[in-house]
C-alpha cells in the first residue's frame, strides 16, 4: 500500500494547531538500519516534525500552566504528547529526537529538506536560518507518495565574513567541532551572562532569517537545558 499525500496535509494541519511544521520526509530505501513502525517490522517511511522560530511556544506555555512544575525536560514532554497523539490518529509510531540511542535526525533532515549543515553544525534553513528544530518524526508501516524534492541554495556557501565563527569569546566552535566542555565552563561562569539571558552569541551573529530569532526568553530557557544551569 502506498499512504496518499492527502494524508500528509491532513497531518500537517493536525500540527499546525500546535505550532509545529511537518518539515519533509522520505521512503527509506531499504538496507540501511531503519527503525521500527507501529507494526514493529522496520518502517517504511518518515515524516518529520518540527518548529520554525518558537512558534510552539505559547502553545507549550499553555500546556505547562496544567502540569506539575517538576515536570523533567517539559518541551520534550509537551512534545511528545502532542506529536504520539497526531502519530494515534493517523496510525505512525512518534519518536523523538532526545530517544536513545539517538536516531539519526539531522541525516533524516538533510535527505528530507536537501539541507546542509552550518559551519555550527546546526543545519541552516533556506527561509529560518539557524532558526528551527526537529521535535520529532513519524514513523509508517508504509511508503508514501511523495511529490520531487526541491534544490534548496545552502546560505552559508554565500557567506564570506562568517561571523557565526567570529562571536564566541571562547571560539567554542571551530575547524575542529564545537568544544562542548569550553562551552559549558563560560555559559555557567562569570562571563557567561550574554549566553545565558539571550543565547548563543555565535548562533546570535548569523545575518540569516533574523526573523525567526528566538526571542530571548526561549534562548535562556534552552541555555538552562542545554547547561544544566
Ligand atoms: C547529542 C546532541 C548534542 C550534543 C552534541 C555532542 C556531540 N559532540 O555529539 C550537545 C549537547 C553538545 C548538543 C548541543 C546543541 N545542540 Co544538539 N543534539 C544532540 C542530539 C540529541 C543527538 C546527536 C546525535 O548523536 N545523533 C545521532 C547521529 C547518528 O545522528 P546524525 O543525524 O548523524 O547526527 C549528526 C549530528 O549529531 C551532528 N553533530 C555532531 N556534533 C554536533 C554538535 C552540535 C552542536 C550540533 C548542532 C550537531 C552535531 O553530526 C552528526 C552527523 O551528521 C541531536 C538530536 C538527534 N537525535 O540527532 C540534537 C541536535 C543535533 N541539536 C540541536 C541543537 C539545536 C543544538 C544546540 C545548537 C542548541 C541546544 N540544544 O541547546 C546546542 C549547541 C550548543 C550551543 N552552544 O548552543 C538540533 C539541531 C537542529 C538543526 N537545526 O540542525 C538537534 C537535531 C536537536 C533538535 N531537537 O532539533 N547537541
Redo the contacts with the bound molecule.
Keep these: 500500500m502506498i499512504l496518499e499525500r492527502s494524508m500528509v496535509e491532513d497531518i500537517a494541519a493536525a500540527l499546525s494547531a500546535h505550532g509545529l511544521i511537518l518539515r519533509g520526509g522520505f521512503n527509506f530505501a531499504g538496507g540501511e538500519e531503519t527503525p521500527s513502525g507501529l507494526s514493529g517490522a522496520a518502517a517504511r517511511s518518515v515524516l518529520l516534525v518540527?518548529q520554525a522560530g518558537a512558534a510552539p511556544w505559547p502553545h507549550f506555555l499553555r500546556w505547562r500552566e496544567g502540569q506539575s512544575q517538576t515536570v523533567a525536560d517539559p518541551f520534550d514532554a509537551w512534545s511528545r504528547e502532542v506529536i504520539g497523539a497526531v502519530a494515534k490518529t493517523f496510525g505512525a509510531r512518534a519518536v523523538s529526537?532526545?530517544?536513545r540511542p539517538?536516531?539519526?535526525?539531522?541525516?533524516?533532515?538533510m535527505q528530507a529538506e536537501g539541507?546542509k549543515?552550518s559551519p555550527?553544525?546546526?543545519?541552516m534553513?533556506p527561509q529560518y536560518g539557524?532558526w528551527?528544530?526537529?521535535?520529532g518524526a513519524l514513523l509508517f508501516d508504509d511508503e508514501i507518495a511523495f511529490g520531487e524534492t526541491r534544490e534548496v541554495v545552502h546560505l552559508c556557501d554565500a557567506c564570506v565574513d562568517k561571523p557565526c565563527l567570529k562571536s564566541c569569546p571562547v571560539d567554542?566552535y571551530s575547524a575542529d567541532?564545537?568544544a562542548?566542555g569550553t562551552?559549558l565552563a563560560h555559559?555557567r561562569g562569570h562571563n557567561g551572562a550574554a549566553c545565558r539571558t539571550g543565547?548563543?552569541l555565535?548562533?546570535n551573529a548569523c545575518p540569516y532569517g533574523a526573523a525567526y530569532r528566538y526571542p530571548p526568553q526561549v534562548q535562556a530557557f534552552?541555555?538552562v537545558?542545554?547547561a544544566g544551569l
Design positions: 518540527g529526537p532526545s530517544d539517538y536516531l539519526p535526525f539531522q541525516q533524516w533532515a539541507l549543515p555550527l553544525g546546526i543545519l534553513h539557524l528551527h528544530a526537529y521535535r567554542a567541532g564545537f562542548h562551552c555559559v543565547g548563543c555565535d548562533r534552552h541555555m537545558a542545554f
